[in-house]
């Protein structure tokens, strides 16, 4: 996989998955813009990209503003001209059974990770559609596939960002740009680590492989689905689980 010439920008990028999916296409070849709501991490993990001798652009980003998502994607094009790989994989959980659920809760996972997804590619997709060319990755999760209690909003809105990868890659396949979600299954990050033991133990005895996965597992996918490899390759949800869900 050759990932040079590219510009690619990651969404919550500052730490675990996306971290990882922005640092392995770097090492691919491809200039990483870092986008993360945490000020904090951004200027790091774009550190870490320019190590690999790529070029990196830190910039700090709330997927839930639309206006703000549209800055992020005009900044991309005036500092690198272009803009090929878009990766939606901010995300969060608010995790609590359906009956003791808040509004808010629900609120606010649905406006992270689907609405967050929905304004990156729809300022994305713009300048894409007239360049015609894009590959837009969007981080689904196993959970939008076979539900987990707990996760009512989580899993919904997992399952719509897979609904909406469908129609977006059927509108615009025409003109060059392939639009895929990648599924994970448990990955070993910040929002595992939050899991209790107990429940962690039990999860990895419902996966085959035994163990979770790790964020390179579903880094090198995404790498594969942004290069040229990938190109007939549109509107498919791929699942990386260790066989958890098939
Ligand atoms: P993580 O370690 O919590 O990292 C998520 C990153 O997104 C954090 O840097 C977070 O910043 C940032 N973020 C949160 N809200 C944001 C917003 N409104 N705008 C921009 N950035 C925001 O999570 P992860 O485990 O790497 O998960 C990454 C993606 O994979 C998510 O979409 C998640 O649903 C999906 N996924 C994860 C697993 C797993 O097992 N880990 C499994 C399936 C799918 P703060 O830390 O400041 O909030």
């Given at each position: 996989m050759n990932l040079e010439n590219n510009i690619a920008l990651v969404t919550g990028a500052g730490q675990g998955i996306g971290k990882t999916i922005a640092l392995t296409l770097a090492q691919y070849g491809a200039d990483v813009v870092i986008a993360d709501i945490n000020e904090a991490t951004v200027s790091t993990v774009a550190h870490e990209v320019e190590?690999?001798?790529?070029?990196?652009?830190?910039?700090?980003?709330?997927?839930?503003?639309?206006?703000?998502?549209?800055?992020?994607?005009?900044?991309?094009?005036?500092?690198?001209?272009?803009?090929?790989?878009?990766?939606?994989?901010?995300?969060?959980?608010?995790?609590?059974v359906l009956l003791?659920?808040?509004?808010?809760?629900?609120?606010?996972?649905?406006?992270?990770?689907?609405?967050?997804?929905?304004?990156?590619?729809?300022?994305?997709?713009?300048?894409m559609f007239r360049n015609k060319y894009g590959r837009?990755?969007?981080?689904?999760?196993?959970t939008g596939?076979?539900?987990?209690?707990?996760?009512?909003?989580?899993?919904?809105?997992?399952?719509?960002?897979?609904?909406?990868?469908?129609?977006?890659?059927?509108?615009?396949?025409?003109?060059?740009?392939?639009?895929?979600?990648?599924?994970?299954?448990f990955i070993k990050t910040a929002m595992t680590d939050a899991i209790p033991d107990k429940e962690r133990e039990a999860m990895i005895a419902m996966i085959p492989a035994q163990k979770l996965g790790m964020p390179e597992d579903v880094a090198h996918l995404v790498c594969f689905l942004a290069s040229d490899?990938?190109?007939?390759?549109?509107?498919?949800?791929?699942?990386?689980?260790?066989?958890?869900?098939?």
């Open positions: 190590a690999f001798g790529r070029r990196a652009l830190p910039f700090v980003l709330d997927v839930v503003n639309l206006a703000a998502c549209e800055e992020a994607i005009k900044k991309t094009i005036d500092t690198f001209g272009k803009l090929d790989i878009l990766v939606n994989n901010a995300g969060i959980t608010r995790d609590m003791r659920m808040k509004e808010e809760q629900w609120d606010q996972v649905i406006a992270v990770n689907l609405k967050g997804t929905f304004n990156c590619t729809k300022a994305a997709i713009r300048y837009i990755i969007n981080i689904a999760s196993v596939a076979m539900g987990n209690p707990g996760q009512a909003n989580y899993a919904a809105s997992k399952a719509a960002i897979m609904g909406f990868t469908k129609a977006v890659a059927r509108e615009y396949a025409h003109c060059g740009i392939t639009v895929n979600a990648v599924a994970p299954g490899l990938a190109a007939y390759i549109t509107g498919q949800v791929i699942h990386v689980n260790g066989g958890l869900y098939m």
